[in-house]
C-alpha cells in the first residue's frame, strides 16, 4: 500500500533518527556483555550492529536501485549466512556503528531532497516479489529501532541471567 505524504514523513523521520538509537542501545551494554548471546541460534549485541552495517550499506544500495534503474531488481539475502560466512564478531563494532550512522545520513539527505513524484516507484524483490520505494521507506525507517530493540533485550537477558 503506497504512503500518503504524513505516513511517509513520519517514516522518514523515523529512518533519519535510527542510527542514533542504535548507538544509543549500544552505548548501554556494558563491554563484557556485547559478544554474549542469549540463547543458541541467537546474536550478541555485537553481531545485531554488524549485521546493521551489512544491511544498511545495501539498503542504501536498494533504494537507489529503485529510484534509478528502469526495471529493479532488489536481491535478497541470508543474514544468518552473513553473520558466520563474515565472522561478525571479528568486525569493529565502532567501524559498523560509523558506517550505519554515515550510510543513513547520505541516504536521508538524498531521500530530502526527493521530488514527490520519485515516490511510488516498483521493482521486483528476489524473495517477496513487488518492491517499491514505500516497502522500502517501511522496512528502513524500522530497521533500526528494531535491533535497537533487541539490543536492550540481549542486554535485560545478560543482567538476569
Request: aromatic residues 10%; contains cysteine.
Amino acid at each position: 500500500m503506497a504512503f500518503d505524504a504524513m505516513t511517509r514523513e513520519s517514516f522518514l523521520r523515523r529512518y533519519a533518527q535510527g542510527a542514533a538509537l542504535l548507538r544509543q542501545a549500544w552505548d548501554e551494554v556494558p563491554a563484557e556483555a556485547r559478544t554474549w548471546r542469549p540463547g543458541a541460534g541467537r546474536w550478541s549485541a555485537h553481531e545485531v550492529v554488524v549485521h546493521c552495517a551489512d544491511s544498511e550499506t545495501y539498503a542504501a544500495i536498494r533504494i537507489r536501485l529503485l529510484l534509478a534503474e528502469a526495471e529493479p531488481l532488489v536481491v535478497g539475502y541470508d543474514e544468518t549466512t552473513w553473520a558466520k560466512r563474515f565472522d561478525y564478531h571479528a568486525s569493529d563494532p565502532e567501524l559498523a556503528l560509523r558506517l550505519v550512522e554515515t550510510a543513513r545520513a547520505h541516504t536521508a539527505a538524498m531521500l530530502d531532497r526527493l521530488p514527490e513524484e520519485a515516490w511510488g516507484r516498483m521493482g521486483r524483490h528476489t524473495q517477496s516479489g513487488p518492491y517499491g520505494t514505500d516497502d522500502w521507506l517501511r522496512n528502513y525507517g524500522e530497521h533500526l529501532e528494531v535491533h535497537a530493540a533487541q539490543i536492550r533485550r540481549n542486554l535485560a537477558a545478560w543482567q538476569a541471567r
